[in-house]
């Protein structure tokens, strides 16, 4: 099967990766009616468990998964393999757990190798995940809401839908970049954009950052940095 065309180059993904979910999410701010500024990303229940890796980006391959009750339909294996290289190069695995409460892991040394080897660079699960020193070794991201020790009766019920992780709404083909502090949705309409956003919001930010380090800092110091800021941005053509 051939590769999915990404809508990204290399090169522009690249330049996404230098930059923090932090940044990426003042960056979106610029862009006037994109989205309310309380959208797009993982609230805190969502922990990065590799915190000390650089931001990683994938589009999104969806699953829905439950581990509390054996027996129930699931979807066979190689489906889902089949629905990870469905997406383009590189993928991000977003998994939504239907258990009320959270209590077998789909990810683990196996899972966590099978979707690598599929191009996959991390999971974003508001479920769990295990075997976390053989996954940090072989260099794959995890986002989750719990640790756990075991896999349970974990299947996978659906492939390919619109899931909510603890506020980040994903639908397939979505980008999304992850790390230490969360992840979050790039819309693909500005992300090929995005370092010149972030960009802005660095020259923005830096004369209020340039008065509050300096030595003697003042509330009229930083009043003169806000009034600079502030003639920043009306100069500002942000998008």
């Not at 990426?24 to 994109?34: M, R, W, Y």
């Not at 590189?90 to 789909?106: E, N």
């Not at 191009?119 to 794959?140: C, N, P, S, Y």
Request: net charge negative; aromatic share 6%; charged share 25%.
């Amino acid at each position: 099967m051939a590769e999915p065309t990404a809508p990204l180059t290399e090169a522009e993904l690249d330049a996404i990766r230098q930059l923090d979910t932090p940044t990426i999410s003042n960056a979106l701010e610029l862009v006037d009616g994109l989205r309310p500024w309380t959208d797009g990303f993982t609230r805190p229940e969502i922990v990065c468990r590799f915190p000390e890796f650089k931001t990683v980006v994938g589009y999104a391959v969806t699953v829905e998964i439950a581990a509390a009750v054996p027996g129930r339909k699931s979807v066979p294996r190689d489906q889902y393999w089949e629905s990870i290289v469905a997406q383009p190069s590189p993928r991000m695995i977003v998994i939504h757990d239907r258990d009320q409460t959270p209590i077998g892991s789909f990810w683990g040394e196996v899972n966590g190798s099978i979707a690598r080897g599929l191009g996959a660079v991390g999971v974003v699960t508001d479920g769990t995940v295990r075997d976390l020193d053989e996954v940090r070794e072989m260099g794959f991201q995890f986002l989750s809401k719990e640790v756990s020790v075991s896999h349970a009766y974990v299947h996978a019920e659906a492939l390919g839908t619109t899931v909510e992780i603890a506020g980040m709404k994903v639908s397939p083909g979505d980008l999304i970049a992850a790390d230490k502090h969360g992840a979050i949705q790039i819309p693909l309409e500005v992300a090929k954009d995005l370092p010149r956003l972030a960009a802005l919001m660095g020259k923005y930010e830096a004369p209020m950052i340039k008065a509050a380090q300096s030595p003697g800092a003042t509330p009229d110091t930083l009043r003169a940095a806000a009034a600079e800021q502030a003639e920043i941005r009306k100069n500002q053509a942000a998008y």
